[in-house]
């Protein structure tokens, strides 16, 4: 069975800097889609990327972008320009063809001011 | 404007006292999903639904039913056999073809159900 770690339960960043989120994932697969979201306080889940695993350019969204490493089965989130609305719990997100979603355990991530 | 409605936001269920959360979605979604997240932690997967009239058991089914009978549709009953039912509830979406963006799922803004 796929599994997700995100080996980070917590981690804080100062808002204006940069921080990564590390997300490993266990497959024997070939075809695959991976995706973050973001849950803030309001505990609405948000979709912030996602990435095709057949395409080697990692994805960016404005300040978020990831870096797959997809021999590696890495798949870490990168926050530019950190601001106090990204404070939020974080998760790693894969599924494959025909499957269902397995989800990370999640990251809290403090924006310091 | 598109998406997935949950109601109620908040619900108090009575010992013995069957329940049920609404989800709603104007995506035309062919799957719909509902998850259990408990307090500081993830999310787990209590039942889904690939196409109207089929579903199936995720990892934590008992103590829960669901019916699909509308495509836009997927009612979640907690059950009286569900000893621990206080959790936030999440629904959700998403279409089985296409591209990642197609693929991704995309939430309600969930249920807050506790135990009077």
């Known amino acids: 069975a796929q599994t997700v770690t995100q080996s980070q339960p917590e981690m804080s960043v100062q808002e204006a800097e940069t921080v990564t989120l590390s997300c490993t994932y266990d497959t024997s697969e070939s075809d695959y889609y991976l995706f973050w979201y973001k849950q803030p306080p309001s505990r609405q889940m948000i979709l912030v990327i996602r990435?095709?695993?057949?395409?080697?350019q990692n994805a960016t969204e404005n300040r978020f972008s990831v870096n797959f490493q997809k021999a590696a089965k890495s798949f870490s989130l990168k926050i530019s320009d950190s601001q106090l609305g990204d404070a939020a719990m974080y998760f790693c997100a894969y599924r494959s063809s025909g499957q269902n979603f397995v989800f990370g355990p999640g990251t809290r991530l403090s924006v310091l001011p | 404007d598109g998406g997935i409605t949950q109601s109620p936001k908040y619900l108090f269920r009575k010992e013995g006292q069957n329940v049920t959360l609404s989800c709603e979605q104007n995506?035309?979604?062919?799957?719909m999903y509902w998850y259990r997240q408990d307090p500081g932690q993830g999310l787990r997967l209590i039942y889904y639904s690939q196409i109207v009239n089929d579903f199936q058991k995720g990892d934590i089914a008992e103590g829960y039913s669901v019916s699909r009978e509308k495509k836009e549709s997927f009612p979640l009953t907690v059950t009286s056999a569900q000893k621990n039912p206080t959790a936030f509830y999440l629904c959700a979406s998403s279409i089985n073809r296409g591209t990642a963006g197609l693929r991704a799922l995309f939430f309600g803004s969930g249920t807050q159900l506790s135990v009077l």
């Open positions: 995506l035309n979604h062919d799957a």
């Open positions: 990435q095709e695993a057949y395409k080697q």
